[in-house]
């Protein structure tokens, strides 16, 4: 079972100290939850949650909902699937809304481990940029961010995000 990393656990005690307003990861993980970030975007979904495809109910991902080959709804009998984003689907109103609005209010965005190549998630930091905000990029190699980012930490997460919050406690 993954288990959240430092980098992870970081972010979400930034979160507590009101150090980082909100969180948005296109990981289905859900590993950014478990370490206690609560203002969060999940982007793409979580695998720890099923959903309905016919009424919309969601319940947490259990042996008994998944022991059938196909497993269906206790609510109405419709087909359950992991509530994740797949190829072709859109992504959910609300995570994507609350990404975009977390964006227009950012004053600084982390961008942390991602190549900037998947859309719409890539168009995140973008507006942040686009509404005046300063873009860090947390990457050990370049990126589709590393032109537009004014700072450029060419580290690993957790590694990175360790010596930030060693400097944050000074």
Request: with cysteine.
């Amino acid at each position: 079972l993954a288990r959240p990393n430092p980098a992870h656990e970081i972010l979400a005690a930034w979160e507590e100290r009101g150090l980082v307003d909100f969180t948005v990861t296109q990981n289905i993980d859900g590993l950014h939850r478990m370490a206690g970030t609560t203002r969060l975007s999940e982007f793409h979904g979580a695998m720890g949650e099923l959903i309905c495809v016919a009424c919309a109910s969601r319940f947490p991902a259990s042996r008994e909902l998944l022991a059938p080959i196909v497993p269906t709804c206790p609510a109405c009998g419709g087909l359950l699937k992991p509530d994740f984003v797949f190829f072709g689907e859109g992504i959910p109103h609300e995570a994507r809304a609350s990404a975009f609005a977390a964006a227009a209010r950012a004053r600084l965005c982390l961008i942390v481990g991602s190549t900037g190549q998947v859309y719409p998630a890539a168009s995140v930091p973008l507006a942040v940029k686009e509404a005046g905000g300063i873009l860090i990029e947390i990457d050990p190699g370049q990126t589709e961010f590393s032109a537009l980012a004014e700072v450029r930490l060419r580290m690993g997460a957790s590694e990175a995000l360790r010596e930030i919050d060693a400097i944050l406690q000074r």
